[in-house]
């Protein structure tokens, strides 16, 4: 009997461990899929919950609700992967698992303490991130009893998963302070170490243009040296200096602990990863999925479900003996809320930046690229039946997984 091991069951290790035991002899093959925490999060809910929009239910659920009877499913953290001996030890009863093929899903986290000041007196008094199911709960009760001051929103540095997940939050609480009647009160600013609202050149001219429509001041090329938590201040390594009513905080994202403990990562913990095959650089028996890569693709569950269909074809060709074909082209959907019942939609690969045009049929839509609308918003909200009930139930989404420039305008 041979092994196929899957280290962590959020969106990646559970769609890849339903697909996988869906296409190898079960008299051959087993299945395991590890990870430490019982609860699956539905991480673009976080957005949400500071503004009062989605109730506990509906951003957290069981994991096992998710993953197949003949998948085995252990909850434990891990210890470390030996990857010259193909085995991963367990903390729980120190067990050791040797393995045939080994898929790494164990995603990114947030890492405030890396910030010196940022994890001190504030922390979740004046200071609060929203990439944590605690730390956007938190956010909540504050903003309900909050009369206004100076906003200040912060990236740390990138990569972080859901690169627009931070001017999203500006577009729902510039939105949410309007609704309260206090948004002469809140003055809004934004640090980011990007030269621009987004990386690529057209929709950082069209989210940067949004936020000034909205009077959020953008503070580019700005390095988070450190948080004077005392005083309410935000430090550049540049020696520049933001005070602050209230600082949110996207802390610096980082891979497991895991993969430092295992020496396989870079200094993010984050694995060399193949950007087309997925393949693991160092190691023909490892596939890498979702943020846990080093890949330049974004980190969104999007792209995970893009990732998806490569993954499966490149593991069962090489275990077959065969060479491998598929190429994933750094596909990426992003819907970007912004306020007011309308969102943004980008798509865009390695290749191609985020364009204006229709998707996914071209010329009819329903949803405008790199232009807000209403459908956009719906199929913002969408997102979240379609992930719990479609992605996390194995149920095919109809969305293809190669980039296309059908309907794109260049
Ligand atoms: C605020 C926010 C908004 C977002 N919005 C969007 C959006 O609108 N659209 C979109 O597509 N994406 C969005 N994302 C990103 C998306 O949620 C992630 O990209 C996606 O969940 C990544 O999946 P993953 O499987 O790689 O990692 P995860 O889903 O994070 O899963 C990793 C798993 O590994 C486990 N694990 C880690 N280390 C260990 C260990 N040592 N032992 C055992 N288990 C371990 C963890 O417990 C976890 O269950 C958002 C994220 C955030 C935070």
Not at 126 to 131: G, H, K, L, R, V
Request: hydrophobic share 40%; charged share 25%.
């Amino acid at each position: 009997m041979k092994t196929l091991l899957i280290l962590g069951a959020g969106t990646a290790g559970t769609m890849i461990a339903r697909k996988m035991v869906s296409k190898l002899d079960s008299h051959d093959w087993k299945v395991i899929l590890v990870d430490k925490d019982e609860k699956h999060y539905y991480q673009p809910g976080f957005l949400f919950l500071p503004f009062g929009k989605y109730t506990e239910g509906q951003v957290v659920k069981p994991k096992r609700q998710f993953i197949p009877g003949n998948v085995e499913f252990i909850i434990s953290d891990i210890e470390v992967i030996e990857p010259s001996a193909s085995r991963v030890k367990l903390v729980k009863d120190n067990r050791v698992i040797s393995y045939d093929y080994l898929i790494i899903a164990t995603g990114v986290d947030i890492h405030p303490e890396e910030t010196e000041g940022l994890k001190g007196a504030g922390w979740h008094k004046n200071i609060f991130d929203f990439y944590t199911y605690e730390g956007a709960s938190a956010l909540r009760p504050f903003f309900e009893k909050w009369q206004g001051g100076r906003l200040v929103m912060n990236v740390v540095e990138n990569p972080i998963k859901c690169p627009v997940a931070p001017l999203e939050f500006l577009f729902l609480a510039d939105d949410y302070f309007t609704k309260r009647g206090i948004r002469n009160k809140v003055e809004m600013i934004y640090a980011t170490p990007l030269t621009g609202a987004f990386t690529k050149p057209k929709s950082a001219e069209a989210l940067g243009g949004l936020l000034a429509s909205k009077n959020i001041i953008m503070e580019t090329e700005f390095n988070t040296g450190e948080v004077d938590p005392v005083n309410n201040v935000l430090k550049s390594f540049d020696e520049r200096e933001i005070p602050y009513d209230v600082l949110i905080t996207i802390p610096t994202n980082k891979g497991s602990d895991l993969i430092a403990r295992s020496g396989m990562g870079d200094n993010l913990n984050l694995v060399p990863t193949d950007k087309f095959t997925l393949q693991a650089k160092d190691w023909p028996n490892i596939w890498v999925m979702g943020d846990a890569t080093n890949i330049p693709a974004s980190k969104a569950g999007a792209v995970v479900h893009f990732q998806l269909e490569y993954v499966v074809e490149n593991m069962l060709a090489h275990m077959a003996g065969r060479e491998m074909h598929a190429k994933f082209d750094g596909h990426a959907s992003c819907y970007i809320e912004s306020g007011f019942n309308k969102a943004f939609l980008i798509d865009f690969s390695y290749d191609v930046e985020p364009l204006p045009g229709k998707y996914p049929i071209p010329g009819i839509g329903p949803f405008s690229l790199l232009k807000e609308s209403t459908i956009n918003h719906w199929g913002k909200l969408f997102f979240r039946y379609m992930y719990w009930y479609m992605m996390m139930k194995g149920i095919d989404v109809p969305l293809p997984s190669a980039f296309s420039m059908a309907g794109k305008e260049r």
